[in-house]
């Protein structure tokens, strides 16, 4: 049981993956530099990294001379050590990002779904293709890819197994043997939370903080949890599934069919809805995609000429997500909160100063005395970055360079 | 950090802390049983066992010849080793509760407390009445007393120190020392929901279960939790606030001066208030303490004479219970929740059926799918048990008995 637990950061005691996370996340570093980062003895750092040097991991980039002492080798991963793709498969996209062993991007492809139709079989192709396509786009044989993550919603861990459950989605039949024999390269699967709560630890705020929370706001909301230093996955890997939590009890229907979720309010749908509460025939209303009708709100709040009923909506999503971030605070007491996803990079930075106003105002004071509300710092998808760094970890630990285990990979 | 984060499930992995609960847990055991409970080797629980009873922690209590073999000792933690005491400052009481070193209730003293006369002076010298009391009473020497733990709400950790916290307690002034002055003795401190999970860990489903959820119930509510097998502090050892998260967005007034928490409508202020909603003119309402009138209202739900506004109050009080507990198994996804607090073991019996009915409609279907809701194991006052438990902890931890770290202990 608590070896089946164990993730991410728990094997922070394993200094071979400490010396990564610092090499990862520096441009370029020196064996001192990760001393003083990780805590480790020099003579540790010297051996760790001469192992990760001779498994080509890592690499010295070139040799500095200072004016006394020995000349000093800057280190970085070996980009070229192989390729891991993260797969994302979200309500509006499926997309497929290729990395290097940096955890580099180097490439992409994107199927655009509508987001009505959702049948598993043609999801598993989607998958399918969108890796067939960002392989050959960068000129790559298929085993010069190290391994393959696939995030999928609702992946869930019981009594009865691993299955995806999304009952809006129809998906309970999902096929996982299918996505396999699709895939035919070292797969690993999880859910986006758990994805996007990886990044946060390899290369985001998680290095640094032991309690902290990233939301993700796209058409679902959810968020991921790192808490006490490690990735909280729950009893059934569905921890962080705030998005239906309660907002407003008795509230707008869901989805889900429950009524009153925080994705109610929050999700772009549910931001949409409140447009049209403000302005029931607004032309953003009509927009096909939801994407798309986000992207315009975004584009209609600024400047002399912005739209009122769009400010308004703005305003109103603010409030709802400050409560709801509140009521987070209040129950997990996280040291930072950033948030990630597409709604926040298309209307994060119009949101972020009234919702921090709300959540102060509306979080018990005790849960908020040393908090910080951000943007998230891993950039780009961090559920394609997340899950693809999950297959490097494993990919790693198959090869015996460090020591984790990786819940949920098939 | 890491070492300061670290908390009583963590040292599991030490082997004494393993035997220690396997023998608080029963009333008699065996080396091989402990071996069989534990996991650990026959020869490590042998050498443990025989440092245990070298210290005094444990006893052979008396040899069982079978039928075949070696004669084999009954084992059973120390009672007389010592005596620790547990004090729980609620808002309506200030209760001492004397253990056994095998954490046996052997006695107990009391004062009520108006609700309504909440000065910090008042109540340290409430904490050194009840200890003085609780020791006079057992006869005992002060020395005897091997450790006294408090449990203060609000009790946090922020990057200013140590302090108590509850504005609606005017408390931000308590002073710590006055009460280290007052109780002389070895003490430890922490805040209620602590306790509890430390409760759960030692003596309840925490030792079986890694993802667990206490909720107490009292005149204020909160969540005591253990995730991943540790309990949950939080940044600022404020998690659990689950009370003050959202129930009814822009509700009722909550006496933390925001709107629609989850105490407001699950409280026992907050339940006598939805009794005054249904039947404004109900007797019970003019009871002078909360205690007398939800006691009189647990009297008046059964029976061929029950009255339909109290049975009324307590359907209404499911239904928010319901939603609220559904909230908090969305985001931390435990696999078992328990009820405790006093308005649990009052009304508990009453409320459970509809609850778990609500929460199983109310919660997002992954999160509940191996879920169990129950009354909590840990019998009596589990705040007062949990803190003695801690200061019990203490108590092997300065003589080297056990390997752990007390965050908050003073």
Redesign the interface.
């Known amino acids: 049981?608590?070896g089946a637990?164990r993730t991410s950061r728990d094997i922070?005691s394993d200094s071979r993956l400490d010396v990564l996370h610092a090499v990862l996340s520096a441009t370029e570093t020196t064996r001192n530099e990760i001393a003083r980062s990780t805590g480790l003895s020099p003579a540790t750092v010297a051996t760790v990294v001469g192992e990760l040097i001779t498994e080509g991991i890592v690499v010295e980039t070139r040799m500095s001379v200072g004016r006394v002492g020995r000349p000093t080798a800057a280190l970085a991963m070996n980009a070229d050590r192989g390729r891991v793709v993260g797969v994302d498969v979200a309500e509006t996209y499926v997309r497929a990002v290729l990395f290097d062993t940096a955890l580099e991007q180097i490439g992409f492809a994107e199927l655009e779904r509508d987001e009505h139709l959702l049948e598993p079989d043609l999801i598993v192709d989607a998958i399918g293709e969108v890796l067939d396509r960002v392989v050959a786009q960068a000129g790559l044989a298929r085993e010069q890819v190290l391994g393959v993550g696939v995030s999928l919603p609702?992946l869930?861990r019981?009594?009865?197994g691993i299955s995806v459950?999304v009952?809006y989605w129809a998906w309970h039949a999902v096929d996982l043997d299918h996505l396999r024999d699709r895939v035919r390269l070292p797969l690993v699967i999880d859910n986006p939370l758990k994805a996007i709560a990886t990044a946060e630890l390899w290369l985001g705020r998680g290095r640094y903080v032991?309690?902290l929370v990233t939301v993700n706001l796209g058409t679902g909301v959810g968020?991921a949890m790192v808490?006490?230093?490690?990735i909280?996955?729950?009893?059934?890997?569905?921890?962080?599934?705030?998005g239906?939590?309660?907002?407003?009890?008795d509230?707008r229907l869901c989805r889900?069919g429950?009524r009153g979720c925080v994705e109610a309010y929050v999700g772009a749908p549910g931001i949409l809805q409140t447009l049209g509460e403000i302005a029931p025939d607004h032309p953003l209303l009509d927009a096909t995609l939801q994407r798309d009708a986000i992207g315009a709100m975004a584009r209609a709040a600024s400047g002399e000429d912005a739209d009122p009923a769009v400010r308004e909506t703005i305003a109103r999503t603010a409030y709802?997500l400050g409560?709801?971030l509140?009521?987070?605070v209040?129950?997990?007491?996280?040291?930072v909160v950033t948030l990630t996803g597409w709604t926040t990079w298309t209307l994060g930075s119009h949101l972020l100063p009234a919702v921090r106003e709300h959540l102060r105002?509306?979080?018990?004071?005790?849960?908020i005395?040393?908090?910080e509300l951000e943007i998230s710092t891993v950039r780009g998808n961090s559920v394609a970055t997340g899950i693809a760094t999950i297959a490097l970890e494993r990919f790693l630990a198959d090869a015996g360079l460090i020591t984790t285990h990786i819940p949920l990979a098939l």
């Open positions: 049981m608590a637990r922070r609702g869930v019981s009594s009865s459950f009952p032991s309690n968020a808490l006490d230093g490690r909280t996955r729950g009893a059934t890997n569905s921890a962080g599934e705030w239906h939590s309660l907002l407003v009890l509230g889900c429950r709802y409560a709801a509140a009521d987070l209040a129950v997990v007491n996280p040291a105002e509306q979080a018990p004071g005790p849960s005395l040393d908090l």
